[in-house]
């Protein structure tokens, strides 16, 4: 009984830490995915020829922090306009108005103000790009709240380990006080403290080993559910960070296990006769 209700207790609260580990890793998948979304828009000279765009676009393309680069032209940009309008393209009085484009997304570590402070420069440098447009303010406001959010996330994930071994420690201290004389009794024989310690230890583990072995099958029944729910969320959550949340619960379990019952074994070991029979 006391085996089966170590194994609920510990596997309850490996659920909860997985469950905060799961969400960090969703959180930063989530920011990442905003800051590849934020678009740098250049504005192209009206008299640029194709050959001319093409050869930006080419080098463009081989700059590290471009992610995406979509090319929106003239006629493509009146189109989007008058869409935005509720008008007809048709509409439009004389020459097209809107100047062709490139949309620029950037990879993920590059979206920071002084990552654009040295992209944009040579940017407005070039004669056949007459203005180039980024979100510099909403990138900043979202970065500075992606590190609090992070910090935040990180000090309660410390603090429920911190507290996930506590409550499994004394799980595995009850569990093995119900066995103290037993222990006793072997000392008396002269059984070495490695003797002694073998199979509390090993039981242990196996209480670890299971309990982790449920808490991941739980958090992945949840996981299946929460896509369920909005398949969009399939994008978000992906293979390294079950594969993360799934090995920082198989690690704690086993070592928060072990080494609870490492200090409790040797706590009764180091007891004196009088105490074991009152403790």
Partial sequence: ???????????????????????VGFAHNFSHRLQENFTVTLMLDENITQQQAYDIQTRLRRQPCVRSLNYVSKEKAQKVLAEELG???????????????FELRLKA???NSDSLNKIIPPLQADSLIVDVTAPQNLMDSLNRNIRHI????????????LVSFVLIS?????????RRLIIRTMRLVGASHAFIRRPFIGKALIIGLVSAM????????????????????????TLQTMAVTFAAVVVC????????????VTHYLKMSRGKIYTH
Avoid at 90 to 99: A, D, K
Avoid at 216 to 237: H, R
Avoid at 253 to 264: E, K, P, R, Y
Wanted: charged share 10%.
């Fill in 1 to 23: 009984m006391n085996v089966l209700t170590a194994c609920i207790s510990t596997t309850l609260m490996l659920v909860l830490l997985g469950t905060v580990i799961f969400f």
């Fill in 87 to 101: 008008t007809e393209q048709s509409e439009f009085l004389g020459e097209n108005p809107m100047p062709a484009s």
């Fill in 109 to 111: 570590e590059y979206a």
């Fill in 150 to 161: 992070s910090i935040v996330l990180l000090i309660l994930a410390l603090l429920l380990t």
């Fill in 170 to 178: 004394n799980t595995i201290r009850l569990t093995i006080y119900a």
């Fill in 214 to 237: 449920v808490a991941c099958a739980i958090l992945a029944i949840g996981v299946y559910y929460l896509i369920k729910y909005d398949p969009d969320m399939i994008s978000l959550i």
């Fill in 253 to 264: 379990g086993i070592f928060i296990t072990w080494l609870s019952a490492h200090i409790s």
